[in-house]
């Protein structure tokens, strides 16, 4: 985005560094900057929860499970630890 106070000044360069929710694309950019921060863990020690970023995604909410209950558990911490790093809070479990 431009901006300048008036004509007589210069002009200044301003970005975002938060998505916008409201806007026509922050949906996508949303989904998009958790397919990202996922598959930069593909085959690391979150490689779960990374998977579970991938595929399980529907607009902002997770839709996945675990096949007992220290798995759900594990799963939990993982999408935690995973989605702490791109500063984004899970909630809702």
Known sequence: ?????????SIGT?????????TASAPFQAVRTLKSLALQHVGTSLDNAATVLKR?????????????TPEAIQLQRDLTELTSMGRLTLRKW
Do not use: I, N, Q
């Open 14 to 22: 301003y970005g975002m560094r938060k998505v916008t929710f409201g």
């Open 56 to 68: 399980d995604l529907y607009m902002d909410d997770c839709l996945s499970g675990a096949k007992s």
């Open 1 to 9: 985005m431009f901006w300048r106070e008036s004509p007589h000044h």
